[in-house]
Protein backbone atom coordinates (compact mmCIF):
# COMPACT_ATOMS: atom_id res chain seq x y z
CA UNK A 1 0.00 0.00 0.00
CA UNK A 2 1.54 3.45 -0.91
CA UNK A 3 1.05 5.72 1.67
CA UNK A 4 3.25 8.82 0.99
CA UNK A 5 5.54 8.53 4.20
CA UNK A 6 8.57 9.97 4.22
CA UNK A 7 12.14 8.55 6.00
CA UNK A 8 12.75 11.92 7.34
CA UNK A 9 10.02 12.75 9.03
CA UNK A 10 7.87 9.78 10.70
CA UNK A 11 5.17 9.68 11.23
CA UNK A 12 4.68 12.86 9.51
CA UNK A 13 0.59 11.50 9.45
CA UNK A 14 -2.03 13.17 11.62
CA UNK A 15 -2.56 10.28 14.63
CA UNK A 16 -5.60 8.95 16.24
CA UNK A 17 -5.36 7.74 20.09
CA UNK A 18 -7.60 5.05 21.27
CA UNK A 19 -6.51 3.92 24.61
CA UNK A 20 -5.39 6.54 27.30
CA UNK A 21 -6.03 6.81 30.53
CA UNK A 22 -6.95 9.82 32.06
CA UNK A 23 -4.38 9.56 35.46
CA UNK A 24 -1.38 8.14 33.53
CA UNK A 25 -1.96 10.89 30.72
CA UNK A 26 -1.52 13.96 32.91
CA UNK A 27 2.05 15.45 32.42
CA UNK A 28 4.17 15.01 35.47
CA UNK A 29 3.87 18.83 35.71
CA UNK A 30 0.60 19.22 35.69
CA UNK A 31 0.48 16.61 38.75
CA UNK A 32 3.09 19.00 40.53
CA UNK A 33 0.79 22.04 39.92
CA UNK A 34 -2.46 20.37 41.42
CA UNK A 35 -0.68 18.98 44.23
CA UNK A 36 0.65 22.61 44.85
CA UNK A 37 -2.28 24.14 43.94
CA UNK A 38 -4.71 22.27 46.59
CA UNK A 39 -1.88 21.56 49.69
CA UNK A 40 -1.63 17.92 48.90
CA UNK A 41 1.67 16.64 50.65
CA UNK A 42 3.46 14.93 48.01
CA UNK A 43 6.10 11.41 48.65
CA UNK A 44 9.15 13.74 46.84
CA UNK A 45 10.48 16.69 47.96
CA UNK A 46 11.69 18.04 44.57
CA UNK A 47 10.31 17.86 40.86
CA UNK A 48 12.79 15.40 39.69
CA UNK A 49 12.25 12.99 42.65
CA UNK A 50 8.88 13.12 41.93
CA UNK A 51 9.12 12.35 38.14
CA UNK A 52 11.58 9.72 38.82
CA UNK A 53 8.90 8.39 41.26
CA UNK A 54 6.16 7.98 38.90
CA UNK A 55 7.71 7.40 35.56
CA UNK A 56 8.49 3.75 34.46
CA UNK A 57 11.44 3.67 32.14
CA UNK A 58 13.96 0.43 30.56
CA UNK A 59 16.05 0.67 33.95
CA UNK A 60 12.84 0.55 36.11
CA UNK A 61 10.02 -1.81 35.03
CA UNK A 62 7.00 -3.17 37.43
CA UNK A 63 4.37 -5.65 36.50
CA UNK A 64 0.63 -3.92 36.68
CA UNK A 65 0.12 -4.76 40.36
CA UNK A 66 3.59 -3.31 41.44
CA UNK A 67 2.71 0.25 40.31
CA UNK A 68 -1.14 -0.14 40.76
CA UNK A 69 0.07 -0.50 44.61
CA UNK A 70 2.78 1.82 44.58
CA UNK A 71 2.45 4.58 42.57
CA UNK A 72 -0.99 4.48 40.91
CA UNK A 73 -4.14 4.04 43.53
CA UNK A 74 -1.98 5.64 46.44
CA UNK A 75 -0.81 8.67 44.67
CA UNK A 76 -1.74 9.60 40.85
CA UNK A 77 -5.64 8.30 41.62
CA UNK A 78 -5.92 10.89 44.21
CA UNK A 79 -4.13 13.93 42.55
CA UNK A 80 -6.62 12.93 39.54
CA UNK A 81 -9.59 13.09 41.83
CA UNK A 82 -11.99 16.61 42.04
CA UNK A 83 -13.47 18.91 39.91
CA UNK A 84 -10.28 21.05 39.79
CA UNK A 85 -7.71 18.52 39.23
CA UNK A 86 -10.47 16.43 36.63
CA UNK A 87 -10.86 19.82 34.30
CA UNK A 88 -7.17 21.12 34.53
CA UNK A 89 -6.27 17.23 33.41
CA UNK A 90 -8.63 16.65 30.41
CA UNK A 91 -7.84 20.14 29.14
CA UNK A 92 -4.06 19.30 29.35
CA UNK A 93 -3.89 16.13 28.01
CA UNK A 94 -6.07 16.53 24.93
CA UNK A 95 -4.63 20.07 24.35
CA UNK A 96 -0.98 18.20 24.83
CA UNK A 97 -1.91 15.48 22.24
CA UNK A 98 -2.84 18.06 19.60
CA UNK A 99 0.28 19.41 19.87
CA UNK A 100 2.07 16.01 19.39
CA UNK A 101 0.24 15.36 16.35
CA UNK A 102 -2.77 13.64 17.67
CA UNK A 103 -5.87 14.95 15.89
CA UNK A 104 -8.12 12.54 17.52
CA UNK A 105 -8.20 11.24 20.85
CA UNK A 106 -10.25 8.78 23.46
CA UNK A 107 -9.50 8.86 26.97
CA UNK A 108 -10.41 6.56 29.55
CA UNK A 109 -11.70 6.68 32.94
CA UNK A 110 -13.31 5.30 35.94
CA UNK A 111 -15.54 7.88 37.41
CA UNK A 112 -15.93 5.95 40.82
CA UNK A 113 -12.29 6.27 41.29
CA UNK A 114 -11.80 10.13 40.42
CA UNK A 115 -14.81 11.16 42.53
CA UNK A 116 -12.85 9.64 45.51
CA UNK A 117 -14.68 6.35 46.21
CA UNK A 118 -17.86 8.28 46.44
CA UNK A 119 -17.06 11.23 48.38
CA UNK A 120 -18.21 13.81 45.31
CA UNK A 121 -20.95 13.81 43.24
CA UNK A 122 -20.69 11.40 40.10
CA UNK A 123 -22.28 14.79 37.95
CA UNK A 124 -20.11 17.34 38.83
CA UNK A 125 -17.27 15.14 38.26
CA UNK A 126 -18.37 14.32 34.60
CA UNK A 127 -18.84 17.42 34.08
CA UNK A 128 -15.34 19.05 35.35
CA UNK A 129 -14.32 16.27 32.82
CA UNK A 130 -16.36 17.44 30.18
CA UNK A 131 -15.65 21.23 30.86
CA UNK A 132 -12.03 20.28 30.29
CA UNK A 133 -12.64 18.58 26.77
CA UNK A 134 -14.62 21.10 25.30
CA UNK A 135 -12.05 23.92 26.04
CA UNK A 136 -9.32 21.40 24.10
CA UNK A 137 -11.82 21.68 21.24
CA UNK A 138 -12.20 25.21 21.19
CA UNK A 139 -8.58 26.03 21.90
CA UNK A 140 -7.66 23.55 18.91
CA UNK A 141 -10.50 23.43 16.50
CA UNK A 142 -8.90 20.42 14.61
CA UNK A 143 -8.73 17.98 17.46
CA UNK A 144 -11.88 15.24 18.06
CA UNK A 145 -12.60 12.98 20.37
CA UNK A 146 -14.62 11.34 23.32
CA UNK A 147 -14.45 9.73 26.49
CA UNK A 148 -15.16 6.49 27.76
CA UNK A 149 -15.89 5.53 31.15
CA UNK A 150 -14.33 2.64 32.72
CA UNK A 151 -15.84 0.07 34.66
CA UNK A 152 -14.29 -1.77 37.53
CA UNK A 153 -14.17 -5.65 37.62
CA UNK A 154 -13.20 -4.98 41.35
CA UNK A 155 -16.69 -3.46 41.62
CA UNK A 156 -20.22 -4.52 42.62
CA UNK A 157 -22.58 -4.97 39.48
CA UNK A 158 -24.44 -2.33 41.32
CA UNK A 159 -21.62 0.31 41.19
CA UNK A 160 -20.87 -0.21 37.94
CA UNK A 161 -24.55 -0.52 36.79
CA UNK A 162 -24.59 3.41 37.93
CA UNK A 163 -21.70 4.46 35.92
CA UNK A 164 -23.16 3.13 32.62
CA UNK A 165 -26.50 4.79 33.60
CA UNK A 166 -24.09 8.03 33.47
CA UNK A 167 -22.46 7.54 30.21
CA UNK A 168 -26.03 6.80 28.41
CA UNK A 169 -26.93 10.48 30.08
CA UNK A 170 -24.60 12.35 29.00
CA UNK A 171 -23.45 10.78 25.37
CA UNK A 172 -24.86 13.31 23.41
CA UNK A 173 -21.89 15.83 25.76
CA UNK A 174 -18.86 13.31 24.51
CA UNK A 175 -19.53 10.12 26.55
CA UNK A 176 -18.75 7.80 23.83
CA UNK A 177 -18.40 4.40 25.51
CA UNK A 178 -18.04 1.62 28.26
CA UNK A 179 -15.01 -0.24 29.25
CA UNK A 180 -14.44 -2.88 31.56
CA UNK A 181 -10.80 -2.88 33.10
CA UNK A 182 -9.11 -3.40 36.56
CA UNK A 183 -7.83 -6.70 38.01
CA UNK A 184 -8.99 -9.84 37.71
CA UNK A 185 -11.68 -10.76 40.63
CA UNK A 186 -12.87 -14.58 41.00
CA UNK A 187 -16.31 -12.63 42.11
CA UNK A 188 -16.66 -10.44 38.25
CA UNK A 189 -18.62 -12.12 35.74
CA UNK A 190 -18.86 -10.87 32.40
CA UNK A 191 -22.41 -12.79 31.74
CA UNK A 192 -24.01 -10.92 33.98
CA UNK A 193 -23.54 -7.61 32.28
CA UNK A 194 -25.23 -9.08 29.13
CA UNK A 195 -28.78 -7.33 29.32
CA UNK A 196 -26.72 -3.72 30.45
CA UNK A 197 -24.08 -3.81 27.84
CA UNK A 198 -27.63 -4.31 25.30
CA UNK A 199 -29.04 -1.57 27.29
CA UNK A 200 -25.69 0.87 26.69
CA UNK A 201 -25.41 -0.37 22.63
CA UNK A 202 -29.17 0.62 22.49
CA UNK A 203 -28.40 3.93 23.71
CA UNK A 204 -25.68 4.46 21.28
CA UNK A 205 -22.77 3.59 23.05
CA UNK A 206 -20.09 1.62 22.06
CA UNK A 207 -18.09 -1.46 23.94
CA UNK A 208 -14.54 -2.38 24.42
CA UNK A 209 -13.35 -3.94 27.46
CA UNK A 210 -9.50 -4.95 28.88
CA UNK A 211 -8.55 -8.19 28.16
CA UNK A 212 -5.77 -10.34 26.83
CA UNK A 213 -2.89 -8.15 28.20
CA UNK A 214 -1.91 -10.81 31.06
CA UNK A 215 -2.68 -14.40 31.79
CA UNK A 216 -4.57 -13.46 35.01
CA UNK A 217 -7.25 -11.03 32.92
CA UNK A 218 -7.55 -13.22 29.93
CA UNK A 219 -11.42 -13.16 28.90
CA UNK A 220 -11.64 -12.87 25.65
CA UNK A 221 -13.83 -15.66 24.60
CA UNK A 222 -15.90 -14.10 27.27
CA UNK A 223 -16.14 -11.22 26.12
CA UNK A 224 -17.25 -12.29 22.63
CA UNK A 225 -19.78 -14.25 23.54
CA UNK A 226 -21.59 -11.99 26.34
CA UNK A 227 -20.76 -8.14 25.60
CA UNK A 228 -19.62 -8.22 21.59
CA UNK A 229 -17.01 -6.01 22.18
CA UNK A 230 -16.39 -3.63 18.71
CA UNK A 231 -12.75 -3.37 20.16
CA UNK A 232 -10.61 -5.11 22.81
CA UNK A 233 -8.25 -3.39 25.07
CA UNK A 234 -4.35 -4.94 24.60
CA UNK A 235 -5.43 -8.82 23.64
CA UNK A 236 -1.88 -9.58 23.17
CA UNK A 237 -2.70 -13.12 24.33
CA UNK A 238 -4.50 -13.40 21.72
CA UNK A 239 -1.35 -14.17 19.35
CA UNK A 240 -1.27 -17.84 21.01
CA UNK A 241 -4.69 -18.88 20.20
CA UNK A 242 -5.32 -19.72 16.61
CA UNK A 243 -9.17 -19.53 16.68
CA UNK A 244 -9.18 -16.91 18.52
CA UNK A 245 -7.41 -14.71 15.96
CA UNK A 246 -9.84 -16.52 13.67
CA UNK A 247 -13.12 -15.55 16.36
CA UNK A 248 -11.28 -11.54 16.09
CA UNK A 249 -11.26 -11.22 12.05
CA UNK A 250 -14.91 -13.22 11.73
CA UNK A 251 -16.31 -10.57 14.07
CA UNK A 252 -14.11 -7.29 12.93
CA UNK A 253 -12.99 -7.12 16.45
CA UNK A 254 -10.24 -3.85 17.05
CA UNK A 255 -7.57 -4.62 19.15
CA UNK A 256 -6.13 -1.54 20.89
CA UNK A 257 -2.45 -2.97 21.31
CA UNK A 258 0.02 -0.66 23.56
CA UNK A 259 3.36 -1.82 23.03
CA UNK A 260 5.84 0.53 25.47
CA UNK A 261 3.16 -0.05 28.16
CA UNK A 262 3.24 -3.92 27.72
CA UNK A 263 6.68 -3.74 27.86
CA UNK A 264 7.19 -1.22 31.06
CA UNK A 265 4.59 -3.49 32.84
CA UNK A 266 6.28 -6.98 31.92
CA UNK A 267 3.15 -8.04 30.02
CA UNK A 268 5.77 -8.66 27.53
CA UNK A 269 9.15 -10.01 27.88
CA UNK A 270 11.27 -7.72 25.45
CA UNK A 271 11.05 -6.62 21.98
CA UNK A 272 11.69 -10.11 20.47
CA UNK A 273 8.18 -11.31 21.81
CA UNK A 274 6.46 -8.01 21.01
CA UNK A 275 7.57 -8.35 17.11
CA UNK A 276 6.18 -11.87 17.36
CA UNK A 277 2.50 -10.99 18.48
CA UNK A 278 2.62 -7.82 15.99
CA UNK A 279 3.27 -10.27 13.09
CA UNK A 280 1.40 -13.02 14.45
CA UNK A 281 -1.57 -10.36 14.25
CA UNK A 282 -0.15 -9.21 10.75
CA UNK A 283 0.11 -12.66 9.35
CA UNK A 284 -3.25 -13.62 10.51
CA UNK A 285 -5.19 -10.57 9.52
CA UNK A 286 -5.79 -9.27 12.81
CA UNK A 287 -7.05 -5.66 12.62
CA UNK A 288 -4.74 -3.83 15.56
CA UNK A 289 -4.16 -0.25 16.40
CA UNK A 290 -1.36 1.26 18.32
CA UNK A 291 -1.73 3.24 21.42
CA UNK A 292 0.13 4.72 24.51
CA UNK A 293 -1.97 3.49 27.21
CA UNK A 294 -0.06 5.67 30.11
CA UNK A 295 1.99 8.07 27.79
CA UNK A 296 3.07 10.59 30.45
CA UNK A 297 4.15 7.41 33.24
CA UNK A 298 6.11 5.53 30.46
CA UNK A 299 9.40 7.46 29.60
CA UNK A 300 9.36 7.92 25.97
CA UNK A 301 5.95 6.59 25.55
CA UNK A 302 3.74 9.21 23.60
CA UNK A 303 2.07 7.81 20.30
CA UNK A 304 4.19 9.75 17.62
CA UNK A 305 7.47 8.20 20.05
CA UNK A 306 5.72 4.69 20.09
CA UNK A 307 5.01 4.77 16.02
CA UNK A 308 9.17 5.76 15.54
CA UNK A 309 9.79 2.75 17.83
CA UNK A 310 8.36 0.11 16.09
CA UNK A 311 9.72 1.26 12.98
CA UNK A 312 13.51 1.54 14.29
CA UNK A 313 13.08 -1.99 15.79
CA UNK A 314 11.84 -3.07 12.53
CA UNK A 315 8.82 -4.03 13.83
CA UNK A 316 6.41 -3.06 11.56
CA UNK A 317 7.11 -1.31 8.53
CA UNK A 318 6.18 2.28 7.88
CA UNK A 319 3.38 0.92 5.53
CA UNK A 320 2.00 -0.97 8.53
CA UNK A 321 2.51 1.63 11.04
CA UNK A 322 0.27 3.85 8.52
CA UNK A 323 -2.53 1.19 8.06
CA UNK A 324 -3.21 0.67 12.01
CA UNK A 325 -3.58 4.38 12.15
CA UNK A 326 -6.09 3.70 9.25
CA UNK A 327 -7.53 1.78 11.31
CA UNK A 328 -7.65 3.86 14.03
CA UNK A 329 -9.18 6.52 12.96
CA UNK A 330 -12.23 4.08 11.40
CA UNK A 331 -12.76 2.28 14.18
CA UNK A 332 -13.21 5.24 16.46
CA UNK A 333 -15.94 5.22 18.68
CA UNK A 334 -15.73 9.33 18.99
CA UNK A 335 -17.21 11.19 16.15
CA UNK A 336 -14.71 13.97 14.38
CA UNK A 337 -15.80 17.66 13.91
CA UNK A 338 -14.74 18.40 17.41
CA UNK A 339 -16.73 20.60 19.69
CA UNK A 340 -19.39 20.93 17.06
CA UNK A 341 -19.96 17.06 16.64
CA UNK A 342 -22.00 17.67 20.11
CA UNK A 343 -23.54 20.70 19.85
Known amino acids: MESSITKTSF ?8 HAHIAP ?21 TYSEFVKHVTLTPERKMTLNEYFDAVYHPLLDKLSTGTFALEKAMYEIMGGAYRNNITHIEVRGNIMKHNNNGEQDLDYIIMAMLRGMERAFLEYPKLSGGLIFCLGREFSFEINAIMIEKAIKYKRRGVVGVDFAGPAVKTFQ ?17 VTTHSGEVDEANDMWEAIE ?11 KAAYDK ?17 MSNLMTKA ?10 LRTFIENKVKFTINTDWPEMIAGARLNNQFAMLRDEKIL ?6 HCNQIAFASTFAPTGGLDAYL
Open 25 to 45: SIPPFVYWQIAHAQGFKLPKK
Open 243 to 259: KLMQELVKRDIVLEVCP
Open 226 to 236: FIAPKRIGHGI
Open 11 to 18: PNFPLAEL
Open 317 to 322: TEDELY
Open 190 to 206: LEEYKELIAKAKKAGLS
Open 268 to 277: VENKEELKFI
